[in-house]
Nanobody, 124 residues
């Protein structure tokens, strides 16, 4: 019943900023841990950021710490990933995920709901 839809991806230049959105339905999401992951062609899917929907916990991969910020808007049932100082190595398909009963984790095996992904391409 849970559905996640990502949007906001696109083609940008190195150093630019971009905000990804994840529209969620089928909550209540106060009971979920939420995360962002990404996957480049030929690469393993990797953790980017995660939090509990209530906002008590926030975690970031070392590769994006200080550049990316995860947040949510309760009124819109939408989670965001604000990305700044983008680098070519950030190029990937970005996915949002939900974990019922979770508090936000870097372990993708814990997430049972996934969106379709949105492409982010960073050109140098």
């Amino acid at each position: 019943q849970v559905q996640l839809v990502e949007s906001g991806g696109g083609l940008v230049q190195a150093g630019d900023s971009l905000r990804l959105s994840c529209a969620a339905s089928g909550g209540p999401f106060s009971r979920y841990g939420m995360g962002w992951f990404r996957q480049a062609p030929g690469k393993e899917r990797e953790f980017v950021a995660a939090f509990s929907w209530t906002g008590a916990n926030r975690y970031y991969a070392d590769s994006v710490k200080g550049r990316f910020t995860i947040s949510r808007d309760n009124a819109k049932n939408t989670m965001y990933l604000q990305m700044s100082s983008l680098k070519p190595e950030d190029t990937a398909v970005y996915y949002c995920a939900a974990d019922l009963g979770g508090t936000g984790s870097r372990l993708q095996a814990l997430y049972e709901h996934w969106g379709q992904g949105t492409q982010v391409t960073v050109s140098s």
